[in-house]
């Protein structure tokens, strides 16, 4: 079976978005790149923060609708978020997997979810 364990994001503000998801989320920084794209990661899937102001290739405007976060805690990730987005403030959601829905700098929708997106759904618990 594939495993998703990389995800790219494009934008034009990399530094401020690389920060959010650093101190948000605990990735950890693995390197920057000449043109000012930053890779992350959490020990298994790789986040690169693409610089939309000098990309490789252009940017195509459908595609990625949102992506999640498993976490520990949903009170402690909130937390985080309103220290560093405070407008990207996660929405409570009736969801199969998450229980709550933020958003990035760049107003990508990132979905938090204690239970994660196995087997077991919250509507199981």
Same mark, same amino acid.
Request: no cysteine.
């Given at each position: 079976m ?5 995800l790219? =994001?494009l934008t ?5 978005m690389?920060? +959010?998801?650093k101190k948000?989320?605990?990735m950890?920084? =693995? +390197? ?5 794209s930053?890779?992350? @990661?959490?020990?298994?899937v790789? /986040?690169?923060? /693409? ?6 290739e252009p940017?195509?405007?459908?595609g990625? +609708?949102?992506?999640?976060?498993h976490i520990?805690?949903?009170n ?10 405070? $407008? ?9 997997y998450a $229980?709550?829905r933020a @958003? ?6 990132i979905?938090?979810s204690?239970?994660g ?9």
């Amino acid at each position: 079976m594939a495993k998703l364990r990389h995800l790219a =994001l494009l934008t034009r503000q990399p530094d401020k978005m690389a920060d +959010y998801y650093k101190k948000v989320f605990d990735m950890k920084e =693995l +390197y920057r790149t000449k043109n000012g794209s930053v890779h992350l @990661s959490d020990g298994e899937v790789n /986040l690169a923060i /693409l610089n939309a102001n000098d990309p490789k290739e252009p940017g195509h405007p459908d595609g990625l +609708y949102h992506f999640g976060f498993h976490i520990d805690d949903a009170n402690e990730t909130t937390k985080r978020i309103m220290e560093v987005y405070p $407008e990207g403030a996660p929405k409570e959601r009736i969801a199969t997997y998450a $229980e709550g829905r933020a @958003s990035d700098p760049d107003g990508n929708l990132i979905d938090i979810s204690t239970t994660g997106w196995g087997p077991v759904r919250r509507n199981d618990l």
